[in-house]
């Protein structure tokens, strides 16, 4: 089969083989060249195929000498169909940590449901005894809740009011106004249910009844703040309320954790191109800009990048550093004041006739293609290959 990106609405629709083999190789050459560290030992990462999940455990594993375990969802191969980016990436991680004589392994199905969570607590006893981390970096539209049955659906809006804004079609560079309707109550409520931080703590109480973790373990949660230009319809709308849910549960299991020598915490991510923030409006050109801006003053960080970092500097350090909330701030290098004036002065400028002038449209493409295994220099994309890895 000769596989060639689908492209609708801003989603790929499908992945490349190789090139996701080769993006995941990337990033364990990446960790390899670093300095290895002490870090944890046993760690399960929830949400583990893509994105900052994804590199976590890469970290984890190739930084730190973790065992892993990782749950997701993900559609496998068949003759006529290639699975999801994220099936490659974990065949790949897992081929290559057991190679290094670590124990990687998965488990694929629907991580909000009690079956996965009990089967997933019993396979890492089985395997490792206890894990001494745990990663929760699940990005899912729609949640069933595990004892209502009932199906939440979560809603990218603004609250109050009508918010209006530049927005990119990233394939054609064509840049127009947007606007979004204001969310009910009900839309809120259910993008909180979605997004917040609930599945996290359902998480945590079922390893702990279970008895896998350790006194001292460790659980992390990513979330994102953002810039000004993106704050009415991401921080300060559903979306925002679902983070700050998720950031106030992260205290709450703190205090929970905290009597053994356990803690919990949020980490805010830098803004980076993934399968969730390709659909949001106003982001693919608000990152278009950013990239160059952080290029140009030598910021700049993929998501490996920024998890060796994470991990190194601030859950791994001596004294990890918080703000008064208690969150990890890795997007501290872009919400730097010279960082945010310089694409707040780019923002009322920028066009449809001068964003790859002012922004780095290309790259932001380039980071898109190659998240799904595309646009790479290496991969003979003309090539007839099997839809299976050929590990």
């Not at 399960?44 to 973790?66: M, N, W």
């Not at 206890?130 to 004892?147: M, T």
């Not at 960080?301 to 909330?325: A, H, V, W």
Request: glycine share 8%.
């Amino acid at each position: 089969m000769v596989i060639k990106p689908m492209i609708r609405s801003n989603m790929c629709m499908n992945a490349h083989p190789e090139g996701c083999e080769k993006e995941v190789l990337d990033q364990i050459s990446y960790v390899s060249s670093q300095p290895s560290f002490q870090g944890p030992k046993n760690v399960l990462v929830i949400g583990a195929s893509t994105g900052y999940g994804l590199a976590s455990r890469i970290v984890a594993a190739f930084g730190a000498g973790a065992n892993t375990f990782g749950v997701s969802f993900e559609r496998e191969p068949s003759a006529k169909r290639t699975g999801t980016m994220g099936y490659y990436s974990n065949e790949t991680l897992e081929h290559e940590a057991k190679a290094k004589g670590l124990i990687a392994e998965s488990i694929n199905g629907d991580a909000f449901s009690h079956e996965v969570k009990a089967e997933t607590a019993e396979k890492v006893k089985s395997l490792m005894g206890k894990v001494d981390l745990v990663v929760y970096s699940l990005a899912s539209p729609v949640r069933k809740d595990p004892d209502s049955d009932t199906t939440f659906r979560s809603v990218l809006k603004p609250i109050g009011q009508t918010y209006t804004a530049k927005s990119i079609n990233p394939q054609t560079g064509e840049i127009s106004e947007t606007s979004i309707e204001p969310a009910n109550e009900d839309e809120i409520e259910q993008t909180v249910r979605v997004m917040g931080g609930d599945d996290w703590k359902l998480w945590i109480e079922a390893l702990k009844n279970a008895d896998v973790l350790t006194d001292d373990v460790t659980t992390i949660a990513y979330s994102y703040i953002g810039p000004d230009v993106t704050k009415a319809v991401y921080r300060d709308g559903t979306i925002g309320q679902a983070k700050a849910h998720l950031e106030n549960t992260a205290l709450e299991l703190n205090d929970r954790l905290k009597t053994g020598g356990g803690r919990a915490y949020v980490s805010v991510n830098k803004a980076l191109v993934t399968r969730a923030s390709a659909v949001i409006p106003v982001v693919p050109l608000y990152l278009a800009l950013l990239f160059k801006i952080m290029k140009e003053k030598n910021l700049h960080e993929g998501c490996i990048e920024q998890m060796y970092r994470m991990f190194t500097s601030r859950l791994y350090s001596n004294s990890p550093e918080t703000d008064e909330k208690g969150r990890i701030r890795m997007d501290d290098w872009e919400l730097k004041q010279e960082v945010q004036d310089e694409v707040n002065a780019l923002w009322p400028r920028v066009n449809s006739d001068n964003i790859n002038e002012l922004g780095d449209l290309e790259a932001y493409n380039r980071d898109f293609l190659k998240l799904h295994g595309f646009g790479r220099d290496d991969v003979d994309y003309e090539a007839d290959i099997d839809t299976q890895l050929r590990l």
